[in-house]
């Protein structure tokens, strides 16, 4: 479509000077099209949509349904998801006259750019032509040389370019607001939570790589026949098929964490914030065999690693490498410190001493800790995804996210009354 072919993605309704409207761009297409034939086929086009006879323009009829009816035509032609936008400034005000500015843009090239280049290339020279035809219309409604129906006439002039004027002021504020930083509701105490608590995932992530890896050492070297024998039939089955996600759910989860730590006026994808819910829900488990999460493997690594450990926890030093390997499944982290002590406390209350904690009371805690931060972390965050979404499109200014599909993208001009009425009742 002419739209799309624009270095700009921008045709306006009304042209000004030199500047090609979109009847200017059809009748294009048309004369590529047609060649000579181009002007009787855009009579016939003509004839179809009106009765109106040529005069000042020679094909009014077509112009009338540009301006009136050909952006409700394209919604319902795609079936309410166009890929032609009209942006217009005839709503922005209450009780306007006729149609101040209005443009046809295509979607993808929608953005807070755009709408810059809207302001300098293409609404300052219609202000201006406005200006000019109102000054005219305000010396000819007083002019007593004038026939009453010609000074009416003027009047009547005079007030729709005001109004066009007025809408246009209207128009310029809400690009503007459309442009500027929105910021996300996300204070800096939670930002500083979630910054903290990425390296503690980041922890955990390595320290369940870790185990899953040593699993594998050990199905490796003792076989198969030992792996079931040791653990169940079905053990490596269930970590094997989760592993992978385990491990990039908790990479993913970090890098959300480091995301929301940004400052609030930098946009945040919006599926990252199920993350923290995602933890709970799925990926920590619970230490029960039946569990689906990552601490289902803690019920089998205590069951079999912890005659292996010694007071203090850790293998004895007598120990084959098969045994050293399974006995390190059930040993807590590395880095003890990287766990608040209130959880560690909580899941040792009846302990006396570290060395007297039980097997992989460390990992444990450390999860639990993550999942408490992740719940407080979540209740920061817009449960709706739609709202999410939108945010993440406005943060930085109006940056439409195609992935997002039409409804969201749009949804910031429908409320700032720039779209036509059609877009709100057909396609959001």
Same mark, same amino acid.
């Given at each position: 479509?002419?739209?799309?072919?624009?270095?700009?993605?921008?045709?306006?309704?009304?042209?000004?000077?030199?500047?090609?409207?979109?009847?200017?761009?059809?009748?294009?297409?048309?004369?590529?099209?047609?060649?000579?034939?181009?002007?009787? +086929?855009?009579?016939?086009?003509?004839?179809?949509?009106?009765?109106?006879?040529?005069?000042?323009?020679?094909?009014?009829?077509?112009?009338?349904?540009?301006?009136?009816?050909?952006?409700?035509?394209?919604?319902?032609?795609?079936?309410?998801?166009?890929?032609?936008?009209?942006?217009?400034?005839?709503?922005?005000?209450?009780?306007?006259?006729?149609?101040?500015?209005?443009?046809?843009?295509?979607?993808?090239?929608?953005?807070?750019?755009?709408?810059?280049?809207?302001?300098?290339?293409?609404?300052?020279?219609?202000?201006?032509?406005?200006?000019?035809?109102?000054? #005219?219309?305000?010396?000819?409604?007083?002019?007593?040389?004038?026939? #009453?129906?010609?000074?009416?006439?003027?009047?009547?002039?005079?007030?729709?370019?005001?109004?066009?004027?007025?809408?246009?002021?209207?128009?310029?504020?809400?690009?503007?607001?459309?442009?500027?930083?929105?910021?996300?509701?996300?204070?800096?105490?939670?930002?500083?939570?979630?910054?903290?608590?990425?390296?503690?995932?980041?922890?955990? +992530?390595?320290?369940?790589?870790?185990?899953?890896? #040593?699993?594998?050492?050990?199905?490796?070297?003792?076989?198969?026949?030992?792996?079931?024998n040791t653990f169940s039939d079905k053990f490596w089955e269930a970590v094997d098929e989760w592993r992978d996600e385990w491990i990039d759910a908790l990479e993913e989860l970090e890098r959300a964490c480091m995301e929301y730590a940004k400052p609030v006026d930098k946009p945040v994808e919006s599926h990252l914030a199920d993350l923290f819910n995602y933890?709970?829900?799925?990926?920590?488990?619970?230490?029960?065999?039946?569990?689906?999460?990552?601490?289902?493997?803690?019920?089998?690594?205590?069951?079999?690693?912890?005659?292996?450990?010694?007071?203090?926890?850790?293998?004895?030093?007598?120990? #084959?490498?098969?045994?050293?390997?399974?006995?390190?499944?059930?040993?807590?982290?590395?880095?003890?410190?990287?766990?608040?002590?209130?959880?560690?406390?909580?899941?040792?209350?009846?302990?006396?001493?570290?060395?007297?904690?039980?097997?992989?009371?460390?990992?444990?805690?450390?999860?639990?800790?993550?999942?408490? +931060?992740?719940?407080?972390?979540?209740?920061?965050?817009?449960?709706?995804?739609?709202?999410?979404?939108?945010?993440?499109?406005?943060?930085?200014?109006?940056?439409?996210? +195609?992935?997002?599909?039409?409804?969201?993208?749009?949804?910031?001009?429908?409320?700032?009354?720039?779209?036509?009425?059609?877009?709100?009742?057909?396609?959001?």
């Open positions: 479509m002419s739209v799309q072919e624009e270095d700009d993605g921008i045709i306006p309704l009304y042209g000004v000077d030199e500047q090609p409207d979109m009847l200017d761009c059809i009748i294009n297409c048309f004369e590529e099209t047609y060649g000579e034939e181009a002007q009787d +086929r855009l009579v016939e086009v003509d004839d179809v949509l009106g009765t109106v006879s040529a005069g000042e323009e020679a094909y009014p009829n077509l112009r009338a349904f540009i301006e009136d009816h050909l952006f409700d035509y394209h919604v319902n032609t795609m079936n309410s998801t166009p890929i032609v936008w009209k942006l217009t400034t005839e709503r922005t005000i209450a009780d306007s006259t006729d149609e101040g500015f209005a443009c046809f843009v295509d979607y993808h090239s929608l953005n807070s750019g755009m709408l810059d280049r809207l302001t300098s290339k293409y609404l300052e020279p219609r202000k201006a032509e406005l200006r000019e035809r109102r000054s #005219t219309a305000n010396r000819r409604r007083s002019d007593d040389s004038l026939s #009453t129906s010609e000074q009416a006439e003027a009047a009547e002039k005079y007030e729709r370019c005001t109004s066009g004027l007025n809408q246009i002021s209207v128009f310029e504020d809400v690009i503007q607001e459309l442009g500027s930083t929105n910021k996300r509701n996300f204070d800096d105490e939670d930002r500083q939570r979630v910054e903290k608590l990425a390296p503690k995932i980041a922890s955990f +992530r390595e320290e369940t790589r870790k185990r899953v890896d #040593t699993l594998a050492e050990l199905r490796e070297r003792r076989g198969e026949k030992w792996f079931k933890f709970h829900w799925r990926l920590k488990g619970s230490d029960h065999y039946s569990s689906t999460g990552i601490l289902f493997m803690t019920y089998y690594f205590e069951r079999e690693g912890t005659d292996l450990l010694d007071d203090d926890g850790q293998p004895f030093e007598n120990l #084959t490498e098969d045994e050293r390997l399974l006995a390190s499944l059930a040993t807590g982290l590395d880095d003890s410190s990287i766990v608040n002590t209130e959880y560690l406390e909580a899941m040792t209350e009846d302990e006396e001493s570290v060395g007297d904690l039980p097997p992989l009371a460390e990992f444990k805690a450390l999860a639990q800790e993550i999942d408490d +931060r992740c719940q407080a972390v979540e209740k920061e965050i817009p449960s709706d995804w739609a709202v999410r979404a939108l945010s993440e499109i406005t943060t930085a200014g109006y940056q439409p996210n +195609r992935d997002h599909g039409v409804e969201i993208n749009i949804t910031p001009l429908v409320d700032a009354n720039i779209v036509p009425k059609i877009v709100g009742k057909q396609v959001i």
